[in-house]
Structure formats: structure tokens, C-alpha cells
């Protein structure tokens, strides 16, 4: 897999994306009594339509999981104007840096560690 540079024009954190993403599943259980059909069904639409947005609007790559392990997403934006989510283990990278990425799609980049 090859690598590329990145130079860095604009830096926004996106963690707490994955704490929107998790309330947004986690609450719909809370009260949910399975048993009760009506509400079962309610819940497996919120669940359709939560899904629907998250892929459309690109927020698939908003992982909880990754979150767990350390990693950070963040929103850049490079010299040509793309803007990309960075997945790194810093959870800070200065405007104005140079980074080696590997890219995981049109809007994703995975920060190569050193070492």
C-alpha cells in the first residue's frame, strides 16, 4: 500500500461525533419493551432511518470502536481544498504540518505512524 503527503490547511476535532453516534443508539434501547410489537417495529424504523442519514451525509466512518482504541477523527482540509476525516492516534495535528496518510476512500485518510 502506498503512502501519501498531506499538508494540512485546517484542523477540526470530530470526536464527539462518536458520542452523538452512540447516544443516538444507545437511548431508543432504554425504554423499549420488545414484547410490545407497536414498539419493536418503532424502534427497528428509527433504527432504518438513523442508518440511512449516517450513510448518506458520510458519517460512516465515525466508529466508536476506533474511538476505544485510541484513535481520533479529525476533519481536514489539505493545500487543494479537499476536505477529508483524518483517523490518527494524535489528537492533535497542527495547521501547517506535513503527513503521510494512506487513503481508505474519497473522504478518508489513515495517518501513518513512524516506527
Not at 3 to 14: A, E, H, L, P, Y
Not at 53 to 58: E, F, P, V
Amino acid at each position: 500500500m502506498t503512502t501519501d503527503q498531506v499538508t494540512i490547511k485546517t484542523v477540526s476535532s470530530r470526536d464527539s461525533d462518536a458520542l452523538a453516534y452512540i447516544v443516538s443508539y444507545l437511548l431508543p434501547f432504554l425504554g423499549i419493551s420488545f414484547i410490545d410489537v407497536p414498539s419493536a417495529l418503532s424502534l427497528g424504523i428509527f433504527v432504518v432511518i438513523i442508518g440511512i442519514i449516517y450513510i448518506t451525509s458520510n458519517m460512516v466512518y465515525i466508529n466508536p470502536i476506533l474511538s476505544l482504541r485510541g484513535y481520533h477523527m479529525l476533519e481536514i482540509e489539505d493545500g487543494t481544498g479537499k476536505v477529508s476525516v483524518l483517523v490518527t492516534k494524535r489528537s492533535y495535528v497542527a495547521p501547517g504540518s506535513v503527513i503521510d496518510v494512506w487513503s481508505l476512500g474519497d473522504f478518508a485518510l489513515l495517518q501513518k505512524v513512524k516506527g
